[in-house]
């Protein structure tokens, strides 16, 4: 099961409490530690956190320097963490524009976890499904169009260096917001969608439990029929 997560809500976290925003983005490295040992126990074999997209570089530069130190204090403590768990990590999105100590700690860490099996923790950072749609668009060549697989395929090299899972199972977002800010759009075509008030430093493996068993509720029918649906007879084009 893939699971990905849009980590809303950080910085009206801080603020409601009288704090700064940079202390809702601390607390919610908290929550990603909770949602990574909850997910193996879901069913959940992927992960994907959307921690910083492509247009958060327009934030206060003070709160942008804030989030690259903690994402690489963050890998930095965790590493042992991931490889006692077994959980392996891949970063995706640019990262010619991260900062060189922050590059050089996700291939350390990325290399240091390359063997574990039991989760794979996908962190896209400096990331925007626009341009990487756009970019892999831009590596098709011939008449014919590529299929989805393939251009599934194109899309995940735009991404990382290493093929990863491109279908989205469930999209949770936290924090009250209800649409998908330029994450994974390809990969989340049939994914369901779940929000939750809930802000992102909170939210904690019961959260992800109750998705995830919402995800189970509803039945997935990728554009075909339900399996309690009669198909009605039609005459000419369908619409």
């Known amino acids: 099961m ?3 997560i849009i980590m809303d809500g950080n910085g009206r976290w801080a603020t409601r409490r009288g704090l700064l925003r940079p202390a809702g983005h601390r607390a919610g490295a908290n929550a990603v530690r909770r949602a990574i040992e909850a997910a193996p126990d879901l069913g959940i074999t992927t992960l994907t956190l959307f921690a910083f997209s492509c247009d958060n570089w327009r934030r206060p530069p003070e709160e942008v320097n804030e989030l690259m130190w903690l994402l690489k204090a963050y890998l930095r403590s965790e590493a042992r963490r991931f490889l006692e768990s077994g959980a392996r990590l891949s970063v995706i999105g640019r990262r010619d524009r991260l900062p060189a100590r922050l590059r050089t700690e996700i291939r350390r860490v990325e290399r240091a976890t390359a063997t574990g099996t039991k989760l794979l923790v996908r962190i896209a950072l400096d990331y925007s499904a626009r341009e990487s749609i756009a970019r892999a668009a831009a590596q098709c060549s011939g008449v014919m169009p590529p299929t989805a697989d393939n251009f599934g395929k194109l899309l995940a090299q735009t991404l990382s260096d290493e093929p990863g899972p491109t279908d989205v199972d469930l999209l949770i977002r936290t924090g009250g917001e209800k649409r998908l800010s330029d994450f994974l759009l390809w990969e989340c075509a049939y994914a369901e969608l779940v929000f939750t008030d809930t802000m992102w ?9 109750a998705a995830v068993q919402e995800f189970h509720r ?13 198909p009605m007879p039609h005459h000419g084009a369908e619409r």
């Open 2 to 4: 893939h699971v990905a």
């Open 201 to 209: 430093p909170d939210f904690d493996g019961h959260e992800l439990r």
């Open 218 to 230: 509803r039945e997935r029918r990728f554009g075909g029929l339900g399996a309690d649906t009669t």
